[in-house]
T-cell receptor
Framework: GAVVSQHPSWVICKSGTSVKIECRSL??????MFWYRQFPKQSLMLMAT?????????EQGVEKDKFLINHASLTLSTLTVTSAHPEDSSFYIC??????????????FGDGTRLSIL | GDSVTQMEGPVTLSEEAFLTINCTYT??????LFWYVQYPGEGLQLLLK?????DKGSNKGFEATYRKETTSFHLEKGSVQVSDSAVYFC????????????FGQGTILTVHP
């Protein structure tokens, strides 16, 4: 089945640094990937839609200069949290979209990245 | 726009109890409906799905039936286990947003021995 790998799984860093999270589709090509943010005991909030070779589409209220998304190849999308602060601490999850996939599952999810900013 | 509403949690049950988690939706068109499960510290796993009215999705003892007349997709399991403790999300795809998933707020399930 379709596998999405997300790296790192956990990162702790100092306030003011930038952190990059990778999302890879291991055995298929993903022209579209999604990035979600999840607060403790809450649902997933869609941050942006990442399209290979074009600019990401951000949801309302998400700062595009804060959360930089790059989708340079059909198997890799990256989310960079720039100048991270403690309020950016959260669980970030990516997913890859397979149009017309035989499983009728629209998205395959990575295992998430727990980001802690000190 | 599309929306999904799940029953309030958390839900706490004893092992072998019957589980129901309610889910209703609002969408235009003919969405597909899903239940995802999230174990602590992990991403989401697809539990089951239904793509059209009256379809029943099932997996690992869990079931849900796509009820168009009541716009519902309630999750049920006849006998829960401790290992079922997790967060369960109802979601829809299609409707007005091709490819995007709209999630409910999630329901925390805790099963005690």
């Amino acid at each position: 089945g379709a596998v999405v790998s997300q790296h790192p799984s956990w990162v702790i860093c100092k306030s003011g640094t930038s952190v990059k999270i990778e999302c890879r589709s291991l055995d298929f090509q993903a022209t579209t990937m999604f990035w979600y943010r999840q607060f403790p005991k809450q649902s997933l909030m869609l941050m942006a839609t990442s399209n290979e070779g074009s600019k990401a589409t951000y949801e309302q209220g998400v700062e595009k200069d804060k959360f930089l998304i790059n989708h340079a190849s059909l198997t890799l999308s990256t989310l960079t949290v720039t100048s991270a602060h403690p309020e950016d601490s959260s669980f970030y999850i990516c997913s890859a979209f397979i149009p017309g996939g035989s499983s009728n599952q629209p998205q395959h999810f990575g295992d998430g990245t727990r980001l802690s900013i000190l | 726009g599309d929306s999904v509403t799940q029953m309030e949690g958390p839900v706490t049950l004893s092992e072998e109890a019957f589980l129901t988690i309610n889910c209703t939706y609002t969408a235009t068109g003919y969405p597909s409906l899903f239940w995802y499960v999230q174990y602590p510290g992990e991403g989401l796993q697809l539990l089951l799905k239904a793509t059209k009215a009256d379809d029943k999705g099932s997996n690992k003892g869990f079931e849900a039936t796509y009820r168009k007349e009541t716009t519902s997709f309630h999750l049920e399991k006849g006998s829960v286990q401790v290992s079922d403790s997790a967060v369960y999300f109802c979601a829809l795809s299609g409707g007005t947003s091709y490819g995007k998933l709209t999630f409910g707020q999630g329901t925390i399930l805790t099963v005690h021995p």
